[in-house]
């Protein structure tokens, strides 16, 4: 039971930093019908910017003194440079593709993640980048479960972005916007509304949550590579395919079984395969089900 | 003497290979009611998407309030007071009806103002404020249609264009749609450009009219001289 409740927290962690990423995926896909395969190089990049900052405070002396000041800034500071990255991302490599055919711009999105993830081989090196360890040392003790304070702050913050993320698009006008562009872009510039403003805006939002998970990668895991996008990018896709690509409460849903299904399977039937788990997942539901779990039917959170 | 408030001069516009529009002119008059009728495929609903810059004119020019429009790009339109209600109605369809509603109002910040045209809106249809939180795509094509035009309302047009707002609609409601665009024009002095294949009821709403036949004007005159005219009304009142 223990063992099981442990596992519960481990997959709700890795389950958030799933859902933060394929909010990306989703919302890009939502209103421009693309898959974006550059996506998990946003992740990355965050990663490493926080990686960047965390070491400089550390240098100067900073990070003890004020360890939540030097999070909240490297977490602001990932998020809007990577944020800024994918706006200029989309000016360059899909902009001038959207009228032509879909498979042109998931070719330039192929090549663009290349690009960036062997840019950042060649500015950041191929060795991994350490963060910090000594953040959030502590752990709290239930009886025999134990959840350090790390995981607490991640699961806490990945909630607070979920939850902001939600009262932005579904609560706000510009989240109108959002969708109303999502759902006709003709009748969205009828009232106003300027799609490319708001591309550039998903773009942003999109790369932004992956940044901040990035960054909660690297506190977890302790370091960042360069091609650390790969991976969790194809299962954060495979989450925001799950949930019903293109639908914001599936993606965060599908990041969330991922994450579970992936800590199960390695805890409960073989650690060596724990990466199999959501490539299975994505397989099955592309065959049995492929508007996912929230698509078509129970469709009104479609972006 | 006034200035036309909307002036189309030798438009030419088209999809690719396709020539849709070949060389219109039309001019409408503030405060005035101007219907353009004709056939399936004679080009009106790409008339007024070439006035709001949807599609490109390739030739000729669009005045709108003393100002050339081709190059301003067409989200700026509504902010200038320019406004469409398209063909097909488009009501955003995951969309509620109150979020239709303020998203017409995208480009205001008057939030007070804003709150009281919703109301006047529900006050102008009652349907919409019992239905202000049911998605747009779940209504019947009358209350979208009625829902389309409070929408465009928000914008708080000087120019609102019309697509057909009669399409498929049973004659009560259509009546009712028609009782509301005259209000628009005579309370709000809203000047309209209505297209219409119904062109008895759209000449009836009219002042002028212009037909309109495969992407060229055929003929322009009074509403009532068009009703009057024999050829009219062989071909378009089914005479
Ligand atoms: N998206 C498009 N691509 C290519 N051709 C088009 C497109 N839309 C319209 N056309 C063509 O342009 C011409 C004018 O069409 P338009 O829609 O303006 O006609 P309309 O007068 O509005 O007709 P209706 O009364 O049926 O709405 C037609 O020949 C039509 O086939
Ligand atoms: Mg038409």
Redesign the interface.
């Known amino acids: 039971m223990e063992y099981f409740i442990q596992q519960l927290i481990n997959g709700l962690t890795l389950g958030g930093m799933y859902a933060l990423i394929a909010l990306g995926y989703t919302m890009v896909y939502g209103v421009i019908q693309l898959i974006n395969f550059a996506h998990g190089e946003f992740f990355a990049a965050g990663g490493y910017i926080g990686a960047i900052v965390l070491a400089y405070f550390a240098g100067v002396g900073y990070m003890e003194s004020h360890p939540i000041i030097c999070l909240t800034a490297s977490f602001m500071i990932a998020m809007a440079y990577c944020a800024y990255l994918a706006i200029g991302v989309e000016k360059i490599a899909y902009k001038p593709l959207r009228k032509q055919s879909r498979l042109s711009a998931l070719l330039s999105a192929l090549g663009m993640s290349i690009f960036l993830s062997n840019g950042m081989m060649l500015t950041q090196g191929v060795y991994d980048a350490i963060y910090p360890s000594e953040l959030f040392q502590g752990r709290f003790d239930f009886g025999m479960i134990s959840v350090s304070y790390l995981q607490v702050t991640i699961v806490t913050l990945t909630a607070a972005l979920l939850v902001g993320l939600n009262i932005l698009v579904f609560k706000t ?1 510009i989240g ?2 959002m ?2 562009t999502a ?2 872009k ?10 490319n403003r708001i591309i550039s805006l998903t773009f942003a939002i999109g790369a932004g949550l992956a940044a901040s998970a990035g960054i909660m990668y690297g506190l977890y895991y302790g370091s960042v590579k360069y091609d650390m996008g790969f991976v969790p990018g194809i299962k954060a896709f495979a989450a925001a395919v799950l949930g019903g690509i293109g639908n914001i409460t599936g993606a965060m849903l599908g990041g969330l079984i991922i994450g579970m299904v992936e800590i199960f399977g390695a805890g409960y039937i073989s650690g060596e395969y724990k990466d199999v788990f959501a490539f299975i997942i994505l397989i099955a539901v592309l065959y049995f089900k492929p508007t996912g779990i929230m698509g078509e039917n129970i ?2 959170t ?1 972006v | 003497m006034t200035q036309p408030i909307l002036e189309l001069k030798n438009i030419h516009s088209g999809y690719g290979s396709i020539k849709a529009l070949k060389g219109v002119s039309i001019r409408v008059m503030p405060g005035e009611v101007v219907a353009i009728i004709g056939a399936n495929g004679a080009g009106k609903s790409t008339t007024l998407m070439t006035i ?1 810059g ?1 599609i490109a004119a390739e030739q000729g020019e669009v005045w709108y309030d003393g100002r050339m429009i081709n190059k301003v ?7 200038l007071g320019l ?2 209600v ?1 063909e097909g109605r ?1 009501i ?4 509620s009806v109150e ?1 239709n509603l ?3 109002a ?2 205001r910040n008057d939030t007070e103002a804003i709150a009281k045209d919703i109301q006047h809106a529900y006050e102008m249809f009652p349907i919409l404020g019992e239905r202000c939180n049911q ?1 747009g795509g779940t209504l019947s094509g009358g209350e979208q249609q009625m829902l389309a035009i409070a ?1 465009a309302l ?2 708080k047009p000087k120019v609102l264009l019309l697509d057909e707002p009669s399409l498929g609609l049973a004659p009560i409601i259509v009546q009712q749609i028609f009782d509301i665009i005259e209000r628009i024009n005579k309370e709000d002095g809203t000047t309209i450009l209505l297209v219409e294949q119904n062109a008895n009821l759209a000449l009836q709403a009219a002042a002028r009219g212009y037909v309109m036949e495969t992407g060229e004007i055929s003929l322009e005159d009074d509403a009532d001289a068009l009703l009057n005219n024999p050829k009219i009304r062989e071909a378009y009142l089914g005479e």
């Open positions: 006008k109108m916007a969708r109303a759902q006709d003709t009748m969205s510039a009828l009232v106003a509304i300027s799609s469709d009104d479609r | 709001c949807i790009s067409p989200e700026k339109l509504p902010t406004c469409q398209p488009r955003f369809p995951r969309l979020e303020i998203l017409g995208f480009y998605e929408r928000m914008t």
